[in-house]
């Protein structure tokens, strides 16, 4: 081997061994060297279930905790004591639903619920508290932005009159009653010590809200030491002027929490649910579900209602336009009867001498058709007709026995073998369909061999 080419083979075993060498680091990084990285992940439990973190909670409080899918599936007037959560309610209930509901409540128990929000029909609710002392330059902005907020609902209802909204079925009768509503309020207000709390970074940089503080409830149970705070997410409970009950006790602005005597039972109500899988462990969410739980001390039991009773469409069509929905059916079922009647598109009229010959056709035929022998005259007819057309175009199949003759029919027209043998060799049906069937399969055999 030359110098130059021991040279090279070095350098070609050199780069080699360093190729090597490079790829077992990369091997024992990518597979030795295993960092574990979190990742947030949703179970299937929690995903078929957003109270699931509150059920555990509770649970683990030795409190029993069943799960129901639809208030409409509840057997209302039997249902044991204890607590009744109604998750995801926005307060839409029927008026027998919340009659049950309210009878059980008096019977000692507690129901929590969502009311609805405010809505123009509602007519004039009152503002919660901003916190605080009242900025003039803020007031004046706020008055500019309620009335704009105005003009736009007026427009969006011009063309419902009022008369109109009186008529609407009421979907909140428990919020009604109580005089409640919801209503969206991204104003800041201070916490139980009195200072303003800051949004999350995280959730201020994803600009999930517009305003840059929280609006916390401060809530004090009958009975606990120190007050518990909550994150209204923006939405707050407000009075509707005229028609607000007085709560029994209730957070600090009478925006968070309101729980209303019920006979001997209580019914609460709050703007947004505290208790799902993602608000439960936010500040003193837990807690305050505890005491509201333990608002009735007799039955440590709570039932969940997950989801709210939505009609299917069929249902809220026949409640709501039934005489509509059957003039319709009448209306269907009479033009189909009419086109049923006609068997296809109409024809057009032919011309007076052809009427006439047609007329003259139809009345020969309809007089043929109840005379003594006259079906027999018209098949043979038709018949003969169809044996003449065999004998020019299949001479070969006259000296066959009929049944040799029939299956060989059979085989070159296609058509079945037994109604070949009704239409050739049998009499003339007695009834329509049968005589019909007969004239259809001659014709067919003596289109077959004309051809």
């Known amino acids: 081997m030359t110098p130059g080419a021991k040279k090279v083979f070095v350098a070609i075993v050199a780069a080699g061994a360093a190729a090597l060498v490079a790829l077992g ?53 039997s249902l044991r004591d204890g607590t009744i959560i109604i998750a995801e309610s926005d307060g839409l209930v029927t008026q027998a639903q919340s009659g049950a509901l309210l009878a059980w409540v008096a019977k000692g128990n507690t129901l929590v619920m969502r009311p609805r929000h405010f809505s123009k029909s509602d007519g004039v609710a009152l503002q919660p508290d901003a916190g605080g002392r009242p900025d003039p330059k803020r007031e004046a902005e706020k008055a500019e932005e309620a009335e704009e907020a105005a003009e736009e609902v007026g427009d969006r209802y011009d ?77 707050v409970l407000v009075s509707l002027q005229g028609r607000a009950v007085k709560p029994l006790w209730a957070d600090r602005a009478g925006e968070g929490v309101r729980v209303f005597a019920e006979g001997r039972g209580h019914v609460v109500l709050v703007p947004t649910n505290y208790f799902d899988n993602q608000e439960l462990e936010r500040y003193d969410h837990a807690e305050a579900l505890l005491a509201l739980v333990r608002l009735n001390p007799r039955a440590a039991r709570v039932l969940i209602v997950q989801h709210v009773d939505v009609l299917p469409w069929y249902r809220a069509l026949w409640n709501n336009f039934a005489l509509a929905v059957l003039g319709a059916a009448l209306l269907l ?47 043979d007819a038709v018949r003969d007709d169809a044996l003449a057309a065999l004998a020019r175009r299949a001479p070969e199949l006259q000296h066959l026995a009929p049944p040799d003759k029939l299956r060989m ?40 061999f004309d051809e």
């Open 333 to 379: 079922a009479l033009l189909l009867w009419v086109a049923l009647r006609r068997f296809g598109p109409l024809l057009p009229a032919p011309r007076a001498e052809r009427r006439s010959l047609v007329e003259h056709i139809d009345a020969s035929a309809a007089w043929l058709w109840h005379a003594q022998g006259g079906r027999a005259l018209l098949i």
């Open 25 to 77: 680091w990369w091997w024992w990084h990518q597979i030795m060297e295993q960092r574990m990285v979190a990742h947030w992940t949703m179970s299937e439990a929690a995903a078929e279930n957003p109270m699931l973190a509150a059920t555990m909670f509770l649970r683990q409080q030795k409190i029993a905790v069943d799960i129901a899918p639809k208030l409409a599936n509840l057997p209302l007037r």
């Open 409 to 448: 029919l059979a085989a070159r027209s296609g058509l079945p073998q037994a109604e070949l043998d009704k239409a050739l060799y049998w009499l003339a049906g007695h009834t329509s369909q049968e005589f019909t069937l007969q004239i259809q399969t001659l014709q067919a055999l003596r289109k077959h």
């Open 159 to 235: 063309d419902a009159p009022a008369a109109a909204d009186a008529k609407l079925v009421e979907s909140d009768p428990i919020g009604k009653r109580y005089g409640v509503r919801i209503m969206d309020w991204s104003e800041a207000a201070p916490r139980c010590g009195g200072a303003l709390e800051p949004l999350p970074a995280a959730v201020a940089a994803a600009g999930r809200k517009a305003r840059t503080e929280m609006r916390l409830a401060c809530m004090r149970a009958p009975g606990a030491g120190w007050p518990l705070e909550l994150d209204t997410d923006g939405h």
